[in-house]
């Protein structure tokens, strides 16, 4: 500790200085204290900065970073596959820079947003298409004796689907679950899609909510055997549309990404299906829906 007085030349260190250091940690807190005859004594404090603080800044730097480097990141899965995002952290487009000024000048000079936008569709056109992987050939449906509430549904695909075609196959057959077992497949209101197009759209709320409520009771694991596979549904209600979206979606998946030769409704057997085979390294694997 060090005295300044006011009224003495010099500086006198105090004996207990080197005491205090010793038996503190390096970079101990200094005091002055400062003597004047026209003011009482004072003293300064200088406090030692914080490491704590530093690396507060750091991290926080660091995460500034990585998300200025994520802005242009494609959230497709492998090799151009729609990959479902589930409860991740959205990103907030609201606050795209870009695209805020094309909505800003669309107004004023609708010209010139037409060409701001048609240049980001050329700038970012290899992340919103892909080179279709599937088969040019259409998917065949069949049905063999189908009953909507005790039934499986059989696929063959024309090679043996990786991870990434059973990643997508279950992610799409979950969503058509979810969508049927909240009613959204009930063809007996679909005011909108029924209505004329050369009309406002309108919906009559009363009337959407006396129909009588669909849903999808219950599903199966799929089960998949080299190129064959399949799974069990109870859909518990003869709708017919929850059908058509499953076969629609097939359809693009067979198209864009994977080939799939046959889908089949209903029945208890299945080509070269065998019921004893259950090991993984025969080529049995179950995947939970």
Request: hydrophobic content about 30%; charged content about 25%.
């Amino acid at each position: 500790m060090l005295v300044l007085q006011s009224c003495a030349p010099l500086i006198h260190p105090l004996s207990t200085l080197s005491r205090e250091y010793n038996h503190h940690a390096p970079f101990p807190s200094c005091k002055l204290l400062i003597h004047t005859r026209a003011q009482p004594r004072r003293s300064l404090v200088i406090p030692r900065a914080s490491r704590r603080e530093s690396f507060k800044t750091q991290n926080l730097q660091k995460r500034i970073e990585e998300d200025s480097d994520g802005e242009d990141e494609d959230y497709q899965g492998e090799e151009g596959y729609p990959q479902f995002r589930g409860s991740e952290e959205e990103r907030d487009y609201d606050r795209d820079p870009e695209f805020a000024e094309i909505l800003g000048s669309c107004l004023d000079d609708p010209e010139k947003a037409r060409s701001k936008m048609e240049e980001r569709l050329r700038k970012k056109r290899n992340k919103m298409l892909h080179t279709k992987t599937g088969s040019a050939t259409p998917m065949t449906v069949k049905f063999n004796k189908f009953d909507f509430s005790n039934s499986y549904i059989w696929f063959e695909f024309y090679n043996v689907p990786l991870d990434k075609d059973v990643t997508l196959i279950c992610d799409t057959i979950r969503a058509w679950h979810i969508v049927g077992r909240l009613g959204g497949c009930n063809s007996m209101n679909m005011q909108l899609s029924q209505s004329p197009l050369d009309k406002k759209p309108s919906y009559d709320a009363i009337q959407g909510a006396n129909v009588t409520p669909t849903t999808f009771y219950n599903i199966g694991d799929l089960e998949i055997q080299h190129n064959l596979a399949r799974i069990w549904v109870d859909i518990g209600t003869s709708e017919s549309l929850l059908l058509d979206i499953l076969i629609n979606a097939l359809t693009q998946i067979s198209s864009d990404y994977f080939g799939i030769k046959q889908v089949v409704f209903g029945g208890s057997e299945f080509e070269n299906w065998r019921e004893d085979l259950t090991s993984e390294d025969a080529g049995y694997s179950v995947h939970k829906i």
